[in-house]
């Protein structure tokens, strides 16, 4: 019998050298240039050679195939020449000469097709940094039931406490093997990586590199939607005076693990104030104006304005303690244009109270590519506050201010 010899970057062959089944889980983290990516899709592919085996490559969202994982697992097929010569290798297909199959989905809305795949050997969980809990439960509750079933989770660590930073770092399972890989620790680093990698040394603020290369959480960089706009300063608004405008009330409802989220803001000179907040995860409806009363008084008898993917829910707080709540006109570009708006003022003031929204102010970023370099596109994140927010204000971020003081 023929035997090959693959070369792995130390830290990885820890990880992948232990034979099939003997862990549940093989989980690593880091930055750019680590190999990990290409070495999870190579050990995949050998196993899948070594023996028939059904394998679910899932990530969170997933538009298309080429957005998939197969891209990584055609380029570790075609770079040993027996792989290549076993795999049938399609544009939306992957499938092995003696029965293995590479299944590639999205986990975001498709759960119950992800519960309905049975005989699943192996489950690689790409960009696992963007999986929410409620798919990570789905997912563990469906990709274990055969007798080596494994599970293997790949990310670069973005936040501090994300679910799969709570589930491999913070509190490890006991049947894991995981490791951080960085490109210091790939001996195999290729040059062309290496030049941009120093390109990027030079000219990216040092917190976004140590999260693209160094595998450092996402923190107070160029990423950040509002940066160094958001300051938190004690302040206390005097609504007699008359530079202090406002309360301007905002609401966004809650959603499975996304928490209900409430907002008092107001205007003072150049600045834009977040004076108090409400957020609540799993609060219940009938709950709902109890609770951000209770947080805010005085909440009821003003102007609210809250997230109109939800009429009815909107209609239910009207009848049940928020007789002033609204819904707000929403139109393409309605995100962006609410952010620039609010980049607009000289600084966005935050009470020190409201700790959840200094929390956003810090994780609300925008997406980097896979240069490193900081896009326009938001992430779908950490932004719960900062919706309600833009709710708060919303006739005054397209229509005027003065639409602003009526009710609409």
């Known amino acids: ?168 770092r913070k509190e490890p399972p006991e049947s894991a093997l995981i490791a951080e890989v960085n490109w210091n620790d790939n001996p195999y680093f290729p040059d062309g990586l290496k030049a941009l990698r120093e390109r990027q040394q030079r000219l990216l603020d040092p917190a976004t590199y140590a999260h693209v290369w160094e595998g450092a959480y996402l923190e107070n960089s160029d990423a950040q939607v509002f940066g160094s706009k958001a300051k938190v300063e004690p302040f206390e608004p005097n609504p007699r005076l008359p530079e202090w405008q406002g309360p301007f009330y905002g609401g966004d409802f809650g959603f499975s693990q996304d928490p209900t989220a409430a907002v008092e803001c107001w205007i003072r000179g150049d600045n834009f104030y977040i004076r108090r907040e409400a957020f609540r995860t799993g609060l219940e409806l009938d709950d709902t104006a109890p609770f951000v009363v209770g947080a805010m008084p005085g909440f009821e008898r003003e102007v609210s304005r809250w997230d109109s993917a939800r009429p009815e829910s909107i209609s239910h707080l009207n009848r049940h303690g928020l007789p002033m709540a609204r819904a707000v006109t929403k139109w393409p570009g309605s995100v962006e244009d609410g952010i620039a708006w609010l980049r607009s003022w000289g600084s966005i003031i935050i009470h020190p109270e409201c700790a959840n929204m200094q929390r956003e102010a810090r994780l609300y970023s925008y997406k980097t590519n896979e240069n490193g370099d900081v896009t326009t ?20 971020i397209r229509g005027g201010s003065d639409q602003v003081f009526g009710v609409l």
């Open 1 to 168: 019998m023929s035997q090959a010899t693959i070369d792995l970057p130390p830290k990885l062959a820890d990880v992948y050298s232990p034979p099939r089944g003997s862990v549940k889980y093989r989980a690593t983290y880091g930055g750019r240039g680590s190999a990990k990516s290409f070495t999870a899709a190579l050990m995949a592919a050998i196993w899948g050679y070594a023996a028939p085996m059904r394998v679910l490559c899932v990530r969170e969202f997933q538009a298309s195939i080429p957005e998939s994982f197969h891209a990584e697992l055609k380029a570790a097929i075609a770079s040993q020449p027996w792989l290549e010569a076993h795999y049938d290798v399609g544009r939306d297909y992957l499938r092995g000469a003696n029965g293995s199959e590479f299944i590639f989905r999205g986990l975001r809305r498709n759960e119950q097709s992800i519960k309905s795949l049975a005989k699943v050997d192996l489950t690689i969980v790409e960009e696992a940094e963007d999986v929410p809990e409620t798919s990570w439960l789905a997912l563990e509750a469906t990709v274990f039931r055969q007798p080596k079933s494994e599970l293997w989770a790949i990310w670069n660590p973005r936040t501090d406490g994300s679910p799969v930073d709570r589930r491999f």
């Open 377 to 396: 596109k938001i992430i779908d994140a950490h932004n719960h506050g900062w919706d309600a927010v833009r709710y708060a204000v919303q006739p005054m």
